[in-house]
Structure formats: C-alpha cells, structure tokens
C-alpha cells in the first residue's frame, strides 16, 4: 500500500499551481505552497481530489498502454504542422508495455483502496 499520494496541476493563473500531497500514514496533507494540516472533515474533499486526479491519470495511462499493446499496424496521425507516426510495439517493446500495465493497474487497485474518513 502507498504511503503517500501526490498530485500538482497548473491552475490556469500566471504561473500558478495548486496539488497537494497526502501522508497517509501519519493523516497529513501538504498544499502547494508548503502549509502542513492534519486531514479533516474540512479538508477531506482535497484528499478527495488528489485521490481522484491519480486514479484519472492512471486511467488515461492504462487506456494508453493498452492502446499500443493492440495496435497491429503503422498510423499516421495529424497534429499542428504535420503528421506523427506511430509504429507498432516490437515484441520486446510488448513485455516492457504488458508489466508496465500491470504496475499501473496494481496501482490503481491500490487508490481504489484507500479509505479517507
């Protein structure tokens, strides 16, 4: 199990951010701009968004590796100015891409774990 969670963002101001980091061992959440607080009703909902953001992350990585692992054949694929290729994976490349999505759903079986009351 996790010991600790994190996720950081921009916030769409100027160089702003905002995220934090939950100690879930000892019931703690660092903000973004270093403030330490005990985990409590009234910060339960910003443990519950950084639960969140980690579990969508995974999601969208999952989605992802699980993408290449079927791809059989060359796709070109428009972007600004040009193209971009995507090969399909070498069988080495298969065995690094089928544990990586095994540590990434090991991962997310883990935050679904996590019971923040």
């Known amino acids: 199990m996790k010991n600790e969670i994190e996720w ?6 100027q160089g702003g951010q905002r995220g934090l980091k939950v100690d879930l061992v000892n019931k703690k959440i660092t903000k973004w701009n270093g403030v330490v607080e005990d985990i ?6 910003e443990v519950r968004w950084c639960i969140d953001m980690n579990i ?9 590796t699980t993408y290449k ?12 100015g040009g193209y971009r290729i995507s090969e399909p994976l070498t069988e080495t490349q298969k065995i690094k891409y089928k544990g990586k999505l095994d540590l990434l759903t090991e991962e997310l079986d883990e935050l679904f774990l996590i019971d923040v009351k």
């Open 56 to 64: 969508k992350s995974l999601i969208e990585k999952i989605d992802h």
């Open 8 to 13: 950081f963002e921009e916030n769409g101001v």
């Open 69 to 80: 692992l079927k791809q059989t054949k060359t796709e070109r694929i428009k972007i600004e």
């Open 40 to 45: 409590s009703k009234t910060n339960i909902m």
